[in-house]
Every structure is written in C-alpha cells, then in structure tokens.
C-alpha cells in the first residue's frame, strides 16, 4: 500500500483577473475581530497530487487522467471565485466560502482517484491529506486563515444588494434518487455513497448560509455558495451516472446534470 508523503505544490494564478485598479492598495485592518484586508484577491495554491500517486495501472488511467484534469479546472474555478468575489465578505470569508468548497471537492476528486486505482492494484492511502489549499495573499497578509477578500478600497454593505446574504432562505435542491434509472446490484453500494454525498453536500451549504450571515454583497449567495454547491453535485451527479453505465454495461444515463443547480427559497 503506497503512502503519500511530502509536500509539493502547484499554483495556478487568479491574481491577474483583478485589474490594475488594486495594485499598490495597502493592507489594513477592517475593524471586525480576527478580519484582514487583502491588498489583491491572492493566488489559491494546492498540493500536487499526479506526482503523489504510485503506478497508474492501465485500466485506471484514463479515469484518474480525467481527474487529475478536473483537480487543475476546480483550482481555476476557485481563482476566478476568488478574483469575482472582491469586495465581499468578512472574517473568514474565504475559508468558509472558497477554501472550504475546494477542499471538499478535491476530498471527493482524489478518493476517486484512489479507487479507481485500488480496483486492480493496491488502493493508495492519505491522498486526502492533499486536498486542503492556501490562500498566498500575494503580500497583502497571511496565507491563510480569518481573511475577508476584501481591498481597503472596497469595504462591503455587509448582506446589502441582491443576492448578499441576509440569512433568510434555506437551500433546496432537486432530488436525485427518484430520477435514476434502475440501478444495477453492482453499482448499489456506490450509488448509494454518492446519493448520501449529495445529501451532505446541501446540510453543508445550508451551514455556510447560516455561518456567512451579514456577509457579502450583490450576487454574494451565488457566488460563494450555490455556484460551488452546483459545481460538487455535478461530480457527483457524473459519478453516479458511470457507475450505473458500468453496472449495466450499457450507455451513460443523460439529463442528471440537469439536477445540479440548487435555489435559495424563502
């Protein structure tokens, strides 16, 4: 059973979307406990994963090279959140609203990675501790931690404008399981995982609405935390739709991934 180790380290730059107009703001204090202001929205940085993972066995590898690219396309998605989201938030607000997400899809990305793998060769342990990433504040404070993305030139209406958070609503989302086809007794058990997964997906989101409160501005709730809730249900949706073309051997069910998006309803 291989062992991940070490550290190494890809970054994928998302400071460039912010424009010239925030070169050269200085950093300082917002006022809320624990808050600092960034001087640009930063670059998020993630462990490598490719160069973690032991020998590829060839019935895996087209499956894990679809991964590994969509490892690199979630850490964009992240930067280009981070770069669209300046001006918003307070305490915390990356973590809760960009890390965390990301974190929680590459958790989901690389345990697939290790299964694909684990299905003919030994399953490779502690690539989970590769999925959390950092913010490099690109000299505008630490790297991580209580970080609104907010230049001292934008200071939020915290919750004001369409879409801020004003705490009111609840996440729904449309049901998944009652939309399958019949789903093949060797693909029961991973089905069932990625319906739960789904589940946990919403009560998580749902926790983040109640944590981010008073954060934000206009599109805020779309932005951080149905945008990244959507992307996650995709993956999942996805998952489930090849696992139950492979426990039928016949073609992929279509339409699922029009089940990702989710509302806020009052």
């Known amino acids: 059973m291989a062992v991940i180790g070490g ?23 917002d006022g809320a406990a624990g808050a600092r202001t960034l001087a640009s929205p930063g670059t998020i940085t993630c462990p490598d994963v490719a160069s973690r993972l ?25 930067n280009t959140r981070l770069a669209a989201t300046v001006g918003q938030g307070g305490p915390n607000f990356v973590d809760n609203a960009i890390l965390g997400p990301l974190k929680d899809k590459r958790v989901a990305t690389v345990n697939r990675i290790a299964t694909a793998i684990g299905r003919t060769a030994a399953k490779p342990a502690g690539l989970d501790a590769l999925a959390p990433c950092t913010l490099d504040a690109g000299g505008g404070g630490a790297s991580t931690g209580a970080a609104p993305n907010t230049p001292a030139a934008q200071q939020p209406g915290g919750g004001d404008g369409a879409g801020g958070n004003t705490g009111a609503g609840t996440i729904t989302c449309p049901d ?18 990625d319906l739960a997964l789904l589940q946990t997906q919403i009560k ?29 249900r995709a993956s999942t949706i996805d998952r489930i739709a090849i696992a139950i073309a492979i426990g039928r051997a016949s073609a992929k069910p279509t339409g699922l991934d029009s089940l990702a998006a989710c509302t806020l309803t009052p």
């Open 204 to 232: 998580e989101a749902n926790t983040r609405l109640a944590a981010t409160v008073g954060q934000g501005g206009p599109n805020f709730v779309d932005n951080a935390i149905l945008g990244p809730l959507k992307d996650k």
């Open 54 to 78: 032991p020998a590829v066995p060839a019935s895996a590898k087209a499956e894990v090279d679809r991964d590994l690219a969509l490892l690199q396309t979630q850490i964009k998605e992240a």
């Open 176 to 193: 998944v399981a009652s939309r399958l086809p019949a789903v093949p007794a060797s693909a029961k058990a991973e089905v069932d995982r």
């Open 7 to 29: 550290a190494a380290a890809v970054v994928l730059s998302g400071a460039v979307i912010a424009g010239s107009a925030l070169a050269g703001t200085p950093a300082r204090s």
